[in-house]
């Protein structure tokens, strides 16, 4: 079945700088690549995601690349600022109809 | 619009006990999903369901149980509680398997 890998598990930063999560896929048939954002005891929210006909997508200070070669998947958060930090999420769509995710990235922005 | 809505928000078992998550949501969405939020595990799928009247085993299926018997309801069951169900419960929907997927508030269950 599909497996997800995200890393880091934990990953702090100082205000200002970047952080990148990457996350790798195995299921050769996954096309769906969303990000999603869980503040302290909220549910996730999607915050970004791409599709396999795209190398790339920005949204302002987010963006994510996808290497559909190496299967692997990347998010970027570019200036960062306190109200980014919450654990981070990245899921793959199995070739059939599961929503697979990784086991989550805590960013913390240090002020 | 109020997207997908758990019910309960809390609840404590007493190990043995049985009980029903509920999980409703109003946009119309085929793909329904139950996951368990346990800390450092992420999100893990326990069930799906891919339409009305339709189930699938997701990543950690034993102990539970699921209907939908509606398409805007998914219900989530526990017959026999224990302590290693204790965790967060997320019910998500999405349009397809290849979109959004919107997540209900979580419930936090307790098994003792």
């Known amino acids: 079945g599909e497996n997800v890998e995200q890393h880091p598990s934990t990953l702090s930063v100082q205000e200002g700088d970047s952080a990148v999560i990457k996350c790798t896929y195995s299921?050769?048939?996954?096309?769906?690549f969303p990000w999603y954002k869980q503040e302290l005891g909220k549910r996730p929210q999607l915050i970004i995601d791409?599709?396999?006909?795209?190398g790339e997508k920005k949204d302002q200070r987010i963006a994510v690349t996808l290497n559909k070669t190496a299967k692997h998947f990347s998010l970027h958060i570019t200036e960062t600022q306190p109200e980014d930090s919450a654990v981070y999420f990245c899921?793959?769509?199995?070739?059939?109809?599961?929503?697979?995710f990784g086991t989550g990235t805590r960013l913390k922005v240090l002020a | 619009n109020a997207g997908v809505t758990q019910t309960p928000k809390f609840r404590v078992l007493k190990t043995g006990q049985s009980m029903t998550l509920l999980c409703a949501q109003d946009?119309?969405?085929?793909?329904m999903y139950w996951y368990r939020q346990d800390p450092g595990m992420g999100l893990r799928l326990i069930h799906y369901?891919?339409?009305?009247?339709?189930?699938a085993k997701g990543e950690v299926p034993d102990g539970y149980n699921v209907s939908r018997l509606k398409k805007q309801n998914f219900l989530l069951g526990l017959e026999s509680a224990a302590p290693s169900q204790t965790s967060v419960y997320f019910c998500?929907?999405?349009?397809?398997?290849?979109?959004?997927?919107?997540f209900g508030q979580g419930t936090r269950l307790t098994v003792v």
């Open positions: 946009m119309n969405h085929e793909y």
């Open positions: 899921a793959g769509g199995e070739g059939t109809y599961k929503y697979i």
């Open positions: 791409i599709r396999s006909n795209v």
């Open positions: 369901s891919v339409g009305e009247g339709t189930t």
């Open positions: 998500a929907s999405s349009y397809t398997p290849w979109a959004e997927a919107f």
């Open positions: 299921d050769s048939a996954s096309n769906y």
